[in-house]
Nanobody, 128 residues
Framework: QVQLVESGGGLEQAGGSLRLSCAAS????????MGWFRQTPGKEREFVAE????????YYTDSVKGRFTISRDNAKNTVFLQMNSLKPEDTAVYTC?????????????????????WGQGTQVTVSS
């Protein structure tokens, strides 16, 4: 059974930085494209960033370009989201997700319905 566990969330001031981690179980991590999504109460879960299976290609939603960086360490089954220059509007629950190629995958993939495994999420709160 695949498990994704996020960590690194917390409270930060505007302009500050946080680094999220997502640790995955299973031997197939190196085959998955990995994404980060976020959600605030009353809103749909939205795409934030994705990294392909090798780590060689990344894709970001416009609102985080130049501020957030997604990366991965396949040897440690972990994907990261470095968040700099944080803004209050970045406040959300951040969740990592895996797009398993055995069910079909494409890159970039911004639709949450196309991801196969999800973590529980970690809260990020940015104060003004």
């Amino acid at each position: 059974q695949v498990q994704l566990v996020e960590s690194g969330g917390g409270l930060e001031q505007a302009g500050g930085s946080l680094r999220l981690s997502c640790a995955a179980s299973g031997r197939a991590f190196g085959k998955w494209n990995m994404g980060w999504f976020r959600q605030t109460p009353g809103k749909e879960r939205e795409f934030v960033a994705e990294i392909n299976w090798s780590g060689g290609t990344t894709y970001y939603t416009d609102s985080v370009k130049g501020r957030f960086t997604i990366s991965r360490d396949n040897a440690k089954n972990t994907v990261f989201l470095q968040m700099n220059s944080l803004k209050p509007e970045d406040t959300a629950v951040y969740t990592c997700a895996a797009d398993d190629p055995k069910y079909g995958s494409s890159f970039p993939e911004t639709q949450k319905s196309e991801y196969d495994y999800w973590g529980q999420g970690t809260q990020v709160t940015v104060s003004s």
